[in-house]
């Protein structure tokens, strides 16, 4: 079995910045992406940032030169860093990764339990 356990989400002002963190643990290989998604009320779950095993990069349009995701693959750890927040960016925040549980497992993905990030105007 596999937790994960994010961390950092809360209340701030437009333009102020957040770090979300999501460290992953239990019976665990190898990761492969690990990744970012939100959700606002009404709305449905969306990409915001994923990272590969190898220091890839994808962002989604919305948040390309605010947000930053990085990974610690000593601490099976990934951060979100936000900066230039705007109201829009208020949501559940939701971390995801791809675990392999063993060498000749396959990849599977797990969720963390969300953490909110609300945006005041």
């Known amino acids: 079995q596999v937790q994960l356990v994010e961390s950092g989400g809360g209340l701030v002002q437009a333009g102020g910045s957040l770090r979300l963190s999501c460290a992953a643990s239990?019976?665990?290989?190898?990761?492969?992406?690990m990744g970012w998604y939100r959700q606002a009320p009404g709305k449905q779950r969306e990409l915001v940032a994923v990272i590969t095993s190898g220091g890839s990069t994808i962002c989604a349009h919305s948040v390309k030169g605010r947000f930053t995701i990085s990974r610690d693959n000593a601490k099976n750890t990934v951060y979100l860093q936000m900066n230039s927040l705007k109201p829009e960016d208020t949501a559940v925040y939701y971390c995801n990764v791809d675990v392999k549980v063993s060498r000749w497992s396959r990849g599977y993905d797990y969720w963390g339990q969300g953490t909110q990030v609300t945006v005041s105007s």
């Open positions: 239990g019976t665990i290989f190898s990761i492969n992406d």
